[in-house]
């Protein structure tokens, strides 16, 4: 097939113990998914509506690659997160069906252009300037689901320059991983190759030029890298 322009190239992760890579569709993120980050954020928790945005799947940054302080912001903020990667998909999903979905784990960050994000909520406005901007997801490799063990003590952390930033357990979280698979699946049709976003911890904060950064998913998945 001719296109009239070059064909697009597919984002891929790596995957941990296989020459094998991760092909990415669509990333998928869900806000306000720890009390204590949505305290500091001056919000309250409703757990019968998730808040869910998207990132672009090239918004990827591979593990050890450098980040481009991004443009039209002076307030960059890292967010940890476990990423769930989809091996098959679905719609209209119950909680107790999502977990059949699952492919594998890793840790990300959901940067954010923070000043941006909040002129957006100012005026009722969608985040997409704030969130779904170039290298705002960087991402470990995947571990398969048959050799991860996790459960609600697991911890997730980043440190920034070696000092840690923000730090908790599986959980904390308000929405498990079923109940956000199950809750998307009501929205779109999820399908292989989607990446789940799971939501931060408190301890959001700015990063500078020069940063580094390595995020951690307990016993499944860490992620290094270096602002630019």
């Not at 954020?41 to 019968?48: H, N």
């Not at 119950?94 to 840790?107: F, M, N, R």
Request: hydrophobic share 40%; proline share 5%.
């Amino acid at each position: 097939m001719k296109t009239v322009i070059p064909t697009l190239e597919t984002t891929t992760l790596p995957v941990i113990g296989s020459d094998e890579r991760f092909p990415v569709r669509r990333i998928f993120c869900i806000g306000r998914n720890y009390a204590d980050h949505a305290k500091e954020m001056g919000s309250t928790v409703d757990k019968a509506a998730p808040i869910f945005f998207c990132k672009p799947a090239d918004a990827v940054v591979s593990d050890g690659a450098d980040v481009p302080y991004p443009q039209a912001t002076d307030d960059l903020h890292h967010e940890v997160e476990m990423v769930v990667a989809l091996g098959s998909g679905g719609r209209d999903l119950k909680p107790e069906q999502s977990s059949a979905l699952i492919w594998g784990y890793g840790v990300g960050l959901d940067l954010t252009r923070r000043d941006l994000q909040a002129q957006a909520k100012a005026k009722g406005n969608p985040w997409d300037t704030g969130k779904a901007f170039d290298h705002s997801a960087p991402v470990s490799a995947l571990r398969a689901i048959a050799d991860v063990v996790m459960d609600a003590s697991t911890t997730l952390q980043l440190h920034v320059n070696g000092s840690r930033r923000q730090h908790t357990t599986l959980g904390e979280m308000v929405h498990s991983v079923p109940e956000i698979i199950a809750a998307l699946s009501a929205l779109f049709e999820l399908k292989a190759g989607d990446l789940i976003f799971t939501g931060t911890p408190a301890g959001v904060a700015a990063l500078q030029r020069g940063d580094t950064f390595h995020a951690e998913l307990q016993g499944v998945a860490e992620l290094s890298g270096r602002v630019v």
